[in-house]
């Protein structure tokens, strides 16, 4: 059996991963390839202190450069993580005719364009499955599987930390401070988790994913990104109450010629799959015109899930070594940009939305809330209004409107905080029946 050889830098979780899982399943991974594939290099930061990788692979370094400048290796892997060196080595392999599998969404999300229209004049594959969703295959499910579709819409639960904060509030009715230290000392977020929870992370994953169902460039500038930092309990409460389950989701669909492209803390029906979704697990729906709706359901994160989708791109890849790039599945799923699309401002969105108000408990409060929603064009679909506790002058109402513009429902917010009536800042969170 022919062999092919790779060079991996980055020997941490994920590179770590991948050299364990090719040896331990080589046999059958090479039987599924055509070709052994041999790490023939792997870089890190430390290499004295690998030796459980010695046995796994040919040789320790530290320099990818070594990696680039070695004709012998076909595949370059990256699993350095972050923008530079890892931006600087793909370049410098794709220069040097090397096909390249990565997971970094990051990277991708900024640099994306970039990396593939460098690889389109070499004529050599970049391979991504990792890169969104961890082990999901949802990457292949919509370049390959659905390409008889026309996408309307794309949402899904893939951030793993901020999915398991919002899980752990909502089970064990504790503060959203008390979820993330949880969250820490479990390893599931971040010393710094700021990424994860002010939706970041979440919003380089939609917008590479919004690129292949829509066919226009990668536009994370463009998105609406909203985090979970500020949510309180009483609002996860209420939204149990009425039916309802807050996830942070990833959401891109078709709105006339543009496209929503936001992440933001959201309610989900009790009834629809996403909303039973928990811990640090990911789901991505994504809903075709002819196929309706199909859910893709998995581990998002860890060593060896991303290891899996890495090992699947690399089998791709080396099944294709040697076929003309005309003949190769493209890598946004698409030869050429086939739609004009542009991300639409958030304020031209549509939804349905949840608002908690803090209230005088005052005769008259109510109509004069409702007036603004009136004169608005708003529609009320449901409404809790709570009893003043005795001795306490002020309470809440809690609001569910039908579908409306989010630049009417913000101009709504401004009027009533400005009412005399009205205490404090307007919670607002965004609703998606899904249907």
């Not at 220069?95 to 990396?115: F, M, P, S, W, Y």
């Not at 050599?124 to 499955?129: K, N, S």
């Not at 009320?380 to 809690?398: D, F, M, P, R």
């Amino acid at each position: 059996m022919d062999s092919v050889k790779i060079g991996l830098a980055g020997a941490g979780t994920v590179g770590g991963g991948v050299c364990r899982v090719l040896n331990r399943n080589q046999e059958q991974i090479s039987a599924r390839a055509g070709a052994r594939i041999e790490v023939k290099y792997v870089t890190c930061r430390h290499p004295e202190n690998r030796s459980d990788l010695v046995p796994l692979v040919g040789s320790l370094g530290i320099d990818w450069h070594e990696i680039v400048e070695d004709p012998e290796i076909a595949i370059a892997v990256e699993a350095m993580g972050g923008i530079e060196p890892a931006r600087s080595f793909i370049l410098a392999a794709i220069d040097a005719g090397k096909h390249v599998v990565t997971a970094n969404k990051a990277l991708l999300a900024q640099h994306g364009d970039e990396i593939f229209d460098a690889a389109a004049k070499k004529g050599v594959i970049v391979a991504f499955e990792a890169s969104v969703a961890g082990g999901i295959p949802i990457i292949k499910a919509m370049r390959e599987s659905l390409v008889a579709n026309r996408i309307q819409s794309v949402v899904g639960i893939i951030n793993g930390t901020s999915n398991f904060i919002l899980t752990s509030m909502r089970k064990e009715k504790i503060s959203f401070a008390e979820a993330l230290s949880k969250a820490q000392k479990l390893g599931y977020a971040e010393a710094d988790p700021s990424f994860d929870i002010d939706g970041i992370d979440a919003a380089h994953k939609i917008s590479i994913l919004s690129s292949i169902a829509f066919g226009g460039p990668i536009s994370f500038d463009k998105a609406y990104i909203e985090g979970i930092r500020d949510l309180q309990n009483v609002d996860i409460e209420f939204a149990d109450q009425l039916g309802y389950r807050v996830k942070l989701l990833g959401i891109t669909k078709r709105r006339g010629t543009g496209i929503e492209l936001r992440v933001h803390p959201t309610l989900v029906p009790e009834r629809r799959l996403l909303a039973h979704v928990g811990g640090v697990t990911n789901a991505v729906e994504v809903k075709g015109d002819a196929v309706g709706s199909t859910l893709y359901y998995g581990p998002g994160a860890g060593s060896e899930p991303t290891a899996s989708a890495m090992i699947a791109d690399i089998v791709d890849v080396v099944r294709m070594i040697g076929v003309s790039s005309n003949h190769q599945v493209p890598v946004l799923g698409y030869k050429r940009k086939i739609e004009n699309v542009d991300v639409l401002p958030m304020g031209e969105t549509v939804c349905s939305y949840y608002l908690r108000i803090g209230v005088t408990d005052s005769p008259g409060t109510l109509a004069d809330v409702s007036r603004v929603f009136a004169d608005m064009g708003i529609s009320i679909e449901s409404l809790i209004q709570k009893e003043a506790v005795a001795g306490q002058g002020s309470t809440s109402i809690v609001l569910m409107t039908h579908t409306a513009w989010e630049a009417a429902v913000q101009e709504a917010i401004r009027r009533i905080e400005a009412l005399d009536c009205v205490t404090g800042k307007i919670v607002l969170l965004r609703k998606e029946e899904l249907n």
